[in-house]
């Protein structure tokens, strides 16, 4: 842990410490680096994909704790597809055990899990508790985890004019009344306020198809932290750092 700096430890003083107005209602997070944090320590990629998987556990909780709304977690992408047989093997292993372990923790602090992303593609065991979990917690309401599985920013909005023109041609909608809000409704994240806050980790300076449509306005934080390294102290002091910025959306003050 840094000792630098003066983010609260612990659960109390987090909500002394916050300005519980200003908190960005929906936080998106690209988790990466697991790779080079097992790299570092001369393990296999898996193991940093299991310490990720820890950190999940983290920062669902603490984001639950100090009362964000949506938190998306991107956690395969259509890219991902093209690595090794065997590592997209392991991820698919150890995101089942996250599901079947977080379910109670998921019920108890009154979480709903949805998952963004061509589903369709996951394994047929991993689709089956993804569907019960999302089952189980469709009532909550408390916080809303969404995983995004198998998702692709450009696929979403493939599909989003795939499922338009097919309702133009079925005489639905007319071509001069799409809008913005019409293509927001096709979206995955139909209903959900865009992301306020898009946190990456491990350092790099790029999107990698993630929520291309929804991030036009996103606050963007990069931290060099490697995803398994990645803290509650460090996300409450990114989130402090959000609070203090100006949100302006091309308009002035
Ligand atoms: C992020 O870590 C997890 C996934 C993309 C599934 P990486 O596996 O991309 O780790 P690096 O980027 O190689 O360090
Ligand atoms: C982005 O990380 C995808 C996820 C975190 C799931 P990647 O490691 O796949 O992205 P690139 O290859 O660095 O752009
Ligand atoms: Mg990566």
Redesign the pocket.
């Known amino acids: 842990m840094n000792s630098n700096h003066s983010s609260p430890a612990n659960k109390s003083a987090v909500h002394k410490d916050f300005d519980t107005e200003n908190l960005p209602f929906h936080v998106a997070i ?3 680096g697991n ?1 080079r944090w097992a790299k570092q320590r001369i393990l296999n990629r898996i193991k940093g994909h299991e310490k990720g998987a820890e950190t999940v556990r983290t920062i669902v909780r603490t984001s639950r704790e100090i009362g964000i709304s949506i938190l998306t977690l ?4 259509t ?2 597809w093209l690595r090794p047989k065997a590592e997209i093997a392991a991820l698919m292993v150890l995101l089942k055990r996250y599901l079947k372990s977080e379910k109670k923790e998921m019920l108890d602090n009154n979480i709903r899990l949805n998952a963004i992303g061509q589903i369709e593609r996951l394994p047929e065991d991993v689709k089956e508790v993804l569907a019960e979990s999302m089952a189980i917690t469709k009532k909550n309401d408390g916080m809303l985890l969404n995983l ?1 599985l198998s ?1 692709g920013g450009r696929a979403e909005i493939v599909r989003v004019v795939q499922e338009i023109v097919k309702e133009t041609k079925e005489g639905k909608v007319d071509p001069d009344s799409i809008t913005s809000e019409l293509i927001t409704e096709h979206l995955y994240t139909r209903g959900m306020r865009d992301p306020d806050l898009l946190i990456r980790t491990s350092g ?1 300076m ?1 999107i ?3 929520l291309l449509w929804q991030i036009a306005y996103s606050e963007i934080y990069v931290t060099d932290t490697l995803w398994p390294d990645f803290s509650k102290d460090e996300y409450i002091r990114i989130l402090k750092d959000f609070q203090r910025r100006e949100r302006r959306f091309g308009k002035v003050e």
């Open positions: 690209i988790m990466d790779g991107y956690a395969f992408s890219e991902n995004a998702y790099e790029r990698s198809n993630f």
